[in-house]
């Protein structure tokens, strides 16, 4: 891994020693499996594969400037996809058995860990698949869960530099009594349009509005949304958003710095008053927004002119970061070291 280049790694797929597997069967879960197979071998009518019951997990090993490594509030993400298979009707996987993978996976691979001061991390995919064979529509009996893991740079290549964003006017990502709230893949497939629309208009990723009402800001492509104004951090309350583990911890952070927190609708037009906004969550870590252009009015929302993340942003954004590769305490119990 010497000749690695980490400072330049994108966010993408990077083979890595091991992945870790465990099939659920006549009600229950089997042993870890440790394999060095990219591959699997799964039924042609796998319920995943017809009917998109998958659910998946990101969460990131952070390397300190201590040589230790650092996993951040992996309870959460596994508390999550519990929830996310509650969504689609999967079998759970018990928060034992997730740290359990995780933690092998993260063991295993150690040396795939991008060095401390790189910026980079190793991101962890949890993934459940339902792999029974049904042709009518209904939930699977067998399951598979898996974690690999992989070197990571930022998720929008430009890091902590402000990003542009667009509207999505034209595509829809989750319907207001939908799955939105869930990480199941079809959300994903949902919102490519929109993303591809993003990019041919040269901006980073698409903002989505509530499906129903067209009023509100829901989330901005795979990170949640969050504008600073009057010394208030304020984020959408929405039930068809990803219920991000970055934001509940930026709300945490920013009412330690003696701003306010609001979280509930955000409308359209409020983009207009925010001094600051960006995006947030695992991959993207904070991502600032630069601005947010709206289709539907013709509206451009701008937020840094000269290039550079707004100060209360760029707070919050080393305050996390430095919690996370431990240079700042860790005052919330949100850190287990990988021994
Ligand atoms: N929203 C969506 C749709 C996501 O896919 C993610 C990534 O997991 C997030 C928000 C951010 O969530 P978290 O901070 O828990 O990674
Ligand atoms: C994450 O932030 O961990 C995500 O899962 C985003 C992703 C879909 C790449």
């Known amino acids: 891994m010497e000749n690695l280049d980490w400072k330049s790694l994108p966010f993408g797929y990077y083979r890595t ?45 952070y390397k300190g400037a201590d040589g230790k490594i650092r996993l951040f ?36 691979n150690k040396e795939y860990i991008p060095p401390y001061g790189t910026g980079a991390t190793l991101y962890i995919r949890p993934l459940l698949l339902g792999t029974g064979a049904e042709v009518g529509v209904k939930p699977s009996h067998e399951y598979l869960f898996m974690v690999f893991v992989t070197p990571v740079g930022p998720y929008f290549k430009e890091g902590i530099k402000p990003v542009k ?24 497939a949902a919102s490519l349009r929109a993303l591809m629309a993003a990019k041919e208009g040269g901006y980073a990723t698409a903002i989505f509005l509530d499906a129903k009402e067209k009023k509100y800001i829901d989330e901005c492509g795979p990170a949640n949304f969050f504008g600073i104004k009057n010394n208030t951090y ?17 709300i945490t952070l920013a009412e330690e710095m003696g701003l306010k927190v609001e979280r509930r609708k955000v409308p359209v037009e409020e983009l207009a ?59 919330h119990g949100w850190i287990t070291i990988v021994e």
């Open 273 to 331: 008053e925010f001094k600051e906004a960006g995006a947030c969550g695992t991959a993207a870590v904070i991502t600032p927004i630069a601005s947010i252009y709206d289709p539907g009015t013709n509206n451009t929302y701008e937020y840094c002119r000269d290039g550079n993340p707004g100060p209360v942003t760029l707070k919050l954004y080393n305050k996390l970061t430095g919690i996370q590769f431990g240079d700042e305490p860790d005052n």
């Open 17 to 61: 020693s091991y992945n870790i597997r465990c099939w659920y069967r006549n009600g229950q879960w089997g042993k870890l499996e440790i394999t060095d197979s990219e591959y699997i071998s799964i039924h042609i009518a796998a319920t995943a594969l017809h009917y998109g019951q998958e659910v998946f997990e990101g969460l990131k090993a």
């Open 234 to 250: 304020i984020t959408p309350k929405s039930g068809s958003i990803l219920n991000s583990i970055t934001n509940m911890s930026l």
């Open 73 to 108: 509030r992996w309870e959460d993400n596994a508390r999550r996809m519990q929830y996310s298979a509650r969504g689609v009707i999967m079998a759970e996987v018990p928060v034992e058995l997730f740290r359990e993978a995780v933690f092998t996976a993260v063991k295993l």
């Open 165 to 188: 964003m667009f509207i999505s006017r034209d595509f829809d990502r989750a319907a207001p009594l939908g799955t939105g709230t869930f990480k199941v893949g079809g959300n994903y």
